[in-house]
């Protein structure tokens, strides 16, 4: 997707071969016209699959994912990270580790939100390692849903997530996958939607 590399390219920034910082336009700060061509983007790259349900994780998952419910016509559902008196029963749940935070965190979807008549498409802001998917695979899984797909904002391809998901069988579409973060620049990997 040309503007969000444009905008990783213009704001985002190499902390480490391994860091990338885009809290100008996603992260912290949201740029709300990109997440509307993000939002058509996925549109886009998803149109052929007969999608009832959008699931992210809290909290920089939220906006991409609203503005693809809004192409799609879907309710969207984000997985809770934080305990809630008012979401404590009825719950599915699975563990994911942060490599930014360092820390392990139990998610968390009310049941009634999913059911085994759904096609879910996750969606998550980044794909490093593949953690924050991988739980949401899993809780789609104990919902019996299907997954019509996993959509991703930004790829690091040289981590191991994007391997991990696609072995796995599932179809995964990143709007801009990073090559490398090396010496502090941001190179993109060469692919077919541009």
């Known amino acids: 997707m040309k503007l969000l590399k444009e905008k990783i390219l213009d704001e985002g920034v190499a902390l480490s071969d391994t860091v990338l910082k885009v809290d100008h336009f996603l992260n912290h700060q949201i740029d709300p016209v990109l997440m509307v061509e993000i939002g058509k983007a ?43 008196l008012t979401l404590s029963e009825g ?30 498409l ?6 490093a390692n593949g953690e924050a998917a991988h739980a949401l695979v899993d809780i789609v899984q104990q919902a019996g849903s299907d997954i019509a797909g996993i959509g991703i904002v930004i790829e690091k391809s040289f981590q191991s997530g994007g391997g991990k998901l696609r072995n796995a ?21 060469s692919e077919v939607h541009a």
């Open 169 to 189: 069988g599932h179809r995964v579409e990143s709007l801009a996958r990073i090559a490398s973060l090396e010496d502090g620049k941001i190179e993109f990997l």
């Open 42 to 84: 996925f549109k886009e790259r998803f149109a052929s699959e007969k999608i009832t349900k959008i699931l992210t994780l809290e909290s920089s998952g939220i906006a991409p994912s609203v503005m693809a419910g809004l192409e799609f016509g879907v309710p969207v559902i984000f997985a809770r990270k934080r305990k809630s």
């Open 91 to 120: 719950l599915l749940t699975s563990n994911v580790y942060s490599y930014t935070k360092q820390e392990t965190n139990t998610i968390a979807v009310a049941d009634k939100f999913l059911s085994d008549e759904d096609s879910v």
């Open 122 to 127: 996750i969606i998550d802001d980044f794909l």
